[in-house]
């Protein structure tokens, strides 16, 4: 793949379809202000078209192409996605088509028939209507002033079944005036080997452009696309995290940096790739989908170690144990800290947090003993910069909690005849606390919707009489994980907490066989990390400090 493209006077182009593949796939549920949102991402991230979805299809996309309307997009080709005219209709008196020009995007994209049994089966028509359909529509569109492409539904089986028939369905979008033609592995079946194949035999026997859209149910779409564009393709298509129909599309966030720094396919300077792991991520929010921890190049687990001495080489050199920077891509390295590590992956831990300590063997045998008994370090740093600062005998907690007390009073609707009616689920969750700083005690109680919030909010509320930016902190998620499901009630729970304060984020962690200690935990952390590194302290604090500092001298 090294030599992909070597010499071409052509440059290869990328076809986002996220809005519209992508938002095909199950649990994505895009509003218009999504699409608009996400649509300028893509824009100022490099894509050279960006598909908006279907007019007329959806009131969605339909606000989405009037708001681009009016404030186009800077970079991109914006598209409109649509089919041929209906079998026995013109072109001219096809609805979607007019709505298609309705748009006014530059470039349309149209799905035609490629395949003898779909066209036979599924659209119940004859191939020379087809091919009827394919070339009226495609005039149609040019005579509006617009680009158009052809994308080649089920091509790869069509062409393995009646190879003639699908190249007669490409040939005759040529001849109307067609920029380009996109082949489909619509069902996502063909291995590169067919792919590579079949793309050079239509290359050989067309003029226009040539392109590829891959489907993912073998796990095969980037590989698809990849050997596509090693047979001559100048046009891939693909999705943002490979969101689309089924098992996905082919992935534009694992395609292109392979194609950009791994090959001679893409100008270095086409797409912002430095800004690649913030645009998955953003789609990914945008989607309610949790960023994929593992995805290649920007998952949070891409470069990170965990073995001691691959840790160790890393810190020698980064290429021993990494395909690429990381920053390349907008990711970072990770060094975990685990029961698998050594004494590189602590030290540089400890390099990261400024830390000093004399004892690694001693830090490394803290950390260890307390993942055997079930913390998990390697997702909480801010936990763990607490646990290595406490090796050091000089240091002092910013404040301790003596006494927690939890309740929960259960509501009863005393009309209802039967006891489950009585019960109103509208449980109410107190937390009283005691916690002591500078040797001074507060007590302080909330209530929650439930027995974690509550927890948080007394804590919180302790706390800001000493530092009053806490309220500007934020739990932002919190999940808990059995450890040992077979002990049942009986089991370990682990708990982890994210926490935002203006842009920066860090995780706690906590482990018990009681979830709410472990949970307080957690949210014990979180706020102590916070006091120590952005904490602004009050009157009150200093106040406290001196009257203690005062009864000690007396």
């Known amino acids: 793949m090294q030599n992909l493209h070597k010499g071409s006077s052509k440059q290869l182009l990328l076809y986002d379809t996220t809005l519209r593949d992508g938002a095909q796939m199950q649990s994505i549920q895009f509003s218009a202000d999504d699409k608009v949102a996400i649509a300028r991402r ?132 040529e001849r109307a005036g067609a920029e380009g033609v996109v082949l489909c592995d619509t069902n996502g079946g063909a291995l590169p080997s067919r792919v590579a194949a079949v793309t050079h035999t239509v290359i050989e026997r067309l003029r226009c452009r040539v392109g590829i859209h891959a489907h993912n149910d073998c796990e095969l779409a980037v590989a698809n696309a990849l050997a596509a564009i090693e047979a001559g393709a100048e046009m891939v298509q693909g999705t943002i995290n490979g969101y689309g129909e089924r098992c996905g599309n082919t992935n534009l966030v694992s395609l292109i940096p392979t194609l950009q720094l791994k090959t001679q396919a893409m100008n270095k300077n086409n797409a912002q790739l430095e800004t690649l792991t913030d645009l998955s991520r953003t789609v990914s929010n945008r989607c309610n989908f949790t960023p994929d921890p593992f995805a290649p190049y920007v998952g949070q687990a891409a470069f990170a170690h965990k073995a001691g001495f691959h840790a160790s080489a890393v810190g020698k050199y980064c290429h021993s144990y990494e395909h690429i920077e990381p920053s390349l891509v907008g990711n970072e390295r990770r060094i975990l800290v685990s029961q698998q590590a050594g004494r590189s992956n602590l030290k540089h831990k400890l390099s990261k947090f400024n830390i000093n300590t004399e004892d690694l063997t001693q830090a490394l045998s803290e950390v260890k003993a307390k993942e055997a008994q079930g913390f998990q370090y390697e997702e909480g740093d801010a936990s763990l910069d607490l646990l290595l600062r406490k090796q050091k005998k000089s240091y002092q907690s910013p404040f301790r909690v003596e006494e927690l007390m939890v309740h929960c009073i259960q509501r009863v609707n005393s009309s209802c005849e039967s006891s489950a009616e009585k019960l109103t689920g509208n449980d109410l969750h107190q937390a009283s606390v005691k916690v002591v700083v500078n040797d001074h005690a507060v007590w302080s109680a909330a209530e929650g919707n439930g027995p974690v919030e509550a927890i948080d909010k007394a804590l919180r509320e302790a706390l800001t009489q000493f530092w009053p930016n806490i309220p500007l902190t934020e739990l932002t998620d919190y999940k808990v994980r059995i450890l040992n499901p077979g002990m049942a009630t009986a089991a370990t729970t682990h708990v982890w907490i994210e926490s935002h304060y203006q842009g920066v984020v860090w995780n706690t962690i906590g482990c018990s066989p009681n979830i709410l200690e472990a949970s307080q935990q957690a949210l014990c952390d979180s706020l102590e990390y916070f006091i120590l590194n952005y904490g602004k302290q009050s009157a009150t604090f200093n106040e406290k400090r001196g009257m203690n500092n005062g009864n000690q001298a007396a």
């Not at 970079?75 to 041929?84: I, L, M, Q, R, W």
């Not at 002033?145 to 699908?166: K, L, N, P, Y």
């Open 42 to 173: 893509l824009d100022e991230f490099g894509m050279d078209y960006i598909e908006l979805g279907w007019p007329g299809a959806n009131p969605v996309d339909d606000r989405v192409f009037r708001t681009l309307k009016q404030s186009p997009l800077k970079n991109s080709k914006s598209v409109a996605f649509g089919a041929t005219c209906k079998p026995n209709k013109l072109a001219e008196d096809d609805p979607l088509l007019a709505a298609l020009i309705k748009t006014e995007t530059p470039v349309v994209t149209l799905v035609a028939k490629s395949s003898r049994f779909h066209i036979e089966k599924i659209l119940e028509t004859t191939i020379e209507e087809n091919l009827r359909m394919i070339f009226d529509s495609v005039q149609f569109l040019k005579r509006q002033g617009r680009e158009v492409w052809i994308d080649a539904e089920h091509f790869f089986d069509g062409f393995d079944s009646d190879c003639e028939t699908a190249m007669a369905c490409l040939s005759v979008a």
